[in-house]
């Protein structure tokens, strides 16, 4: 590469990258990149535009519902736990609050070395989630229904402790890791209204709030349909989507 300098051009710098990476770089490039330095090292960011393929028209619908105990639950019955993000955020929670309570140099090195630490290792488990759920509806030739959150965060009322946890869910960054994968893939992505689909009854359509037990179960107060709460919603999600789907793209 080469780079302007407060010296001048800088002509046949090396980079380095995976195989893919380099790969994609070569056939894809386009516009100008960016060379930032971060932590001690220097990332060169590079945009490339690469032609999605076409998407699919799908046969059923995955619905994915997103969470904080489960990250993620597909109507299939997939759980994806959440309970090793949260203990990491529970326990680099309390650390930053230790060493920040410390104010010595020694405490603000070692804040400054861990702080995105907790941000690497959400993103690794949400690209590790996404991964699995388009990997899915590819291979079932499933389109995949998401809820839309948007403005979760200003709708919902929480204790002071519940904020936290809330405030830390990475759902966004999930759910834009599904979307470009699907894109990638060929599967069809589309955001359904959430309202109502953890009380809802995925069997006979009755809404009732009794219908939700505990944040784990769900039993019909009408029907008496069991299943996982989760469960239930994304199945509700994935109806959600196919309606959807069909009224967008009705002839």
């Known amino acids: 590469m080469s780079i302007w300098s407060v010296a001048g051009r800088l002509k046949n710098l090396r980079f380095t990258a995976s195989a893919q990476q380099l790969k994609t770089l070569s056939a894809h490039r386009r516009g100008e990149s960016d060379l930032t330095y971060r932590d001690g090292m220097w990332f060169l960011i590079a945009t490339c535009e690469v032609p999605a393929p076409h998407v699919k028209d799908p046969a059923a619908f995955l619905g994915v519902d997103l969470g904080i105990v489960n990250l993620a639950t597909t109507g299939d019955g997939t759980r994806h736990c959440g309970k090793a993000l949260n203990a990491v955020r529970h326990r680099r929670r309390e650390l930053r609050r230790r060493l920040q309570s410390k104010r ?16 690497r290792f959400a993103a690794n488990t949400n690209h590790v989630i996404a991964k699995q759920i388009v990997t899915e509806a590819e291979r079932t030739g499933s389109g995949i229904a998401l809820e839309d959150l948007q403005g979760i965060r200003d709708r ?25 994968k699907a894109a990638r893939a060929g599967v069809a992505v589309i955001h359904v209204d959430p309202a109502f689909t953890s009380q809802q009854c995925s069997s006979c359509g009755q809404v ?4 939700r037990l505990d944040q784990a179960s769900f039993s019909c107060t009408s029907c008496g349909f069991a299943e996982h709460a989760d469960v239930n919603a994304a199945r509700n999600i994935a109806a959600r989507g196919e309606t959807g789907w069909a009224v967008s793209h009705a002839a």
Do not use: M
């Open 104 to 119: 010595t140099k020694s405490a603000k090195r070692l804040l400054k070395r861990r702080r995105r630490k907790e941000a």
């Open 156 to 180: 919902v009322r929480l204790r002071k402790p519940q904020r936290v946890t809330l405030h830390s869910w990475s759902f966004h960054q999930l759910g834009s890791f599904i979307g470009y």
């Open 208 to 211: 009732d709030r009794r219908n």
